[in-house]
């Protein structure tokens, strides 16, 4: 889930020229099997040496998402990308923080879709370079209003954090019907769909909250474009 923030939105239409210039950018992968780079918002890389920080909005948003992100912490670690949590932070979910902090809050709403969250990179930074973003956790999952399953709920989380870190959604018409539609997302020989497939995706139960090999392979090209395009 789901979709850029309101102002980063806004800033699509001027998208299309830094894409075209960044395609052409020698070596620079922006989509595989199963993973798809946040282009559309001018992000192609993430830093190879940085460490990326995610930070709450207040020590309750802390406490109620930062358990749900060690799993990917220690799977980003594995494939070379920094991640850290961090404390509380205060800001302003419409803004970027500061640089390589990722920050998380609880919004009701925050499409205007009911159950769904959002999560985005700070869009169009020098050479594509992701610093971090935003992520907003629709608070009806806990106001009794919306009911998310909970591998869903831990799926959704991982996913926005992935959002910000510079991922998109893989989606493809793989079916010919000329739309990509929800859910229309590779998958792997048992039916796993990669956590970054809107309006989700992901394994069940247990493992919840992994990333699946197509997203660490994501990861791992958005760090190859730093590497690259010699940037970090
Ligand atoms: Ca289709
Ligand atoms: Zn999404």
């Known amino acids: 889930m789901r979709r850029p923030l309101t102002a980063i939105a806004l800033a699509v239409a001027t998208a299309t020229v830094l894409t075209t210039s960044q395609a052409g950018a020698a070596g620079v992968r922006t989509e595989g099997e199963g993973w798809k780079a946040a282009e559309i918002v001018g992000i192609t890389s993430v830093s190879p040496v940085r460490t990326y920080t995610v930070t709450f909005r207040t020590e309750a948003i802390r406490e109620r998402y930062a358990p749900y992100l060690g799993t990917a912490v220690r799977q980003l670690a594995a494939v070379g990308l920094r ?120 394994y069940r139960a247990a493992e919840a909250g992994r990333l699946t090999p197509f997203d660490l392979a994501g990861v791992e090209a958005l760090l190859a474009n730093a590497r690259t395009r010699g940037i970090g």
């Open 83 to 202: 991640l850290r949590i961090g404390g509380v932070e205060p800001g302003d979910p419409r803004r970027c923080g500061p640089a390589y902090h990722i920050q998380f809050t609880e919004m009701y709403r925050p499409t205007g879709t009911p159950g769904w969250s959002q999560g985005a990179p700070c869009p169009h930074q020098p050479r594509g370079l992701g610093r971090g973003g935003l992520v907003a956790i629709d608070s009806e999952y806990f106001d009794g209003t919306y009911h998310i399953e909970p591998h869903v709920l831990a799926n959704t989380v991982t996913h926005e954090l992935l959002h910000a870190l510079g991922l998109d959604h893989p989606n493809r018409d793989l079916d010919g019907d000329g739309t990509a539609a929800a859910y229309e997302c590779v998958t792997t020989s048992a039916g796993v769909r990669p956590l970054m497939c809107s309006p989700n995706g992901g």
